[in-house]
């Protein structure tokens, strides 16, 4: 038990350099974000067909959809990476919150709701590869691997917890056949983006 010790120690250490906590809790709220989102689209386009015409075959429809977001990750790092960063980082992030709420009040409307998961999934994954590129930058270089391993801990770990809470507000919320417990499920998967700020402002 010894040997791992120190390398629980380093990870401990690695949090308290206050922008590497800071990439932390983003990645976190990223992944808390987009897992939630790849478990429950499905069921959300699901329950859009119910309401109206929806062109493709849910399962389909969230492929291809999926498929929008390796760009926009790429390209969301190479914006950030010309800007700044921080700032990038959390102005995506305010936009994905408001937007998980807008896609969840859409689900009554099959064709907008499809159109605003397109720009969601754009959103969602705008910041990923940026948060990673901005943590490598910041993390002293002696601990960059207990960082790495905090880092995706924190953001797994969220990403596990996002599709069960979102189940248990659409539970909560009415049910799978509920226009409100969607709204109020997918909402729920962007309420750390919009806390994000505040809490990096802290």
Partial sequence: HGGHVPGVAAQIGALKDRAVRGYVLGYAAHCWELFGLRSW???LLAFAATQGSLPLAPA???????LVGIPASILGNEFAGRRDRRRTILGIMLASGVLAWAVGA??????????LLVVYQVVVMADSAALTAGLVAVADPARRGAVMAVYSMAGFGAGFLSPLVAGAVLDAGGGNSSALAWMLATGSLGIWCLLAPLALRR
Wanted: a neutral charge.
């Fill in 41 to 43: 689209i499905v069921g």
């Fill in 60 to 66: 389909t429809a969230a492929a291809l959809i999926n």
């Fill in 106 to 115: 859409a689900a009554s409307w099959p064709l907008l709701l499809l159109a």
